[in-house]
């Protein structure tokens, strides 16, 4: 989804009733404060971590009230401490309340995601291993949550299942496997004229022997394998292909996974279940 249609979309959820009987508006602010009210707030820092959301915190407070006025104390991917002022706003109280939920919301789901990626960064230090997300995204919210994987020092894998052919096993199974799936995705390829890399999932040492036989793919993910056999399939592959490996791997097991020499590690926790960033919002009396 578009990031400008994504946020006004957003903003008409908290203030319109779907069912067209209660009008709309945000009642709550509208029934203490009048228009020209004015006042100052600050988002403050409760957890430490990594912060991200905040170019996307100044595209909210512009289509919200472009005569908003915010001070930006800290940047995107810029590690933060319980305590820190990311920034400070003034202006229509209407308006900053309105953009209050919105601007927290995002940047605590993306400075969580930011966080973790992180960590998996620094995990493979000292290797060339790259550290990708996945599909496992909030439907509609991929584009925020891969910008923050990128902030926090990730890679991103294929944005959707339009800009990679990725050949799982089911496409293999259900194909009739490995030779007839990379030959119908070649075929499809040359006959739609398409520039797009294709990659194949394999589960066990087999498998990854029956695609150096066939070759025409760029990548072969090594699903489920053990550090040691991720080694031992780095070597049969001797770089002719990039390789990525995937399933389940964790902080704790991550660092085996990367000395095997392996081009890729694949994340599905850096989007799925991570926890949001502690972040808070709060009006303060005097600038």
Known sequence: MNIEALIKEALLEDITDPTGIIPTGDH??????????????????????????????????AEVDPTLEIEYLKLDGTPIHKGDIVLKAKGNILSLLRAERLVLNFMQRMSGIATTTTKYVNAVAGTNCKILDTRKTTPNLRAIEKWAVRIGGGHNHRFGLYDMIMLKDNHVDFAGGITNAIEYANAYKSKHQLSIQIEIETRNLEEVKQVLAIGNVQRIMLDNFSPALVKEAVVLIDKKYETEASGGITLDTIKDYAATGVDFISVGALTHSVKSLDLSFKAFINE
């Open 28 to 61: 709550s602010s509208l029934a203490i404060f009048g228009h020209q009210s004015h006042g100052y707030a600050q988002l403050l820092v409760k957890e430490d971590g990594i912060l991200a959301g905040v170019d996307l915190a100044k595209q909210i407070f």
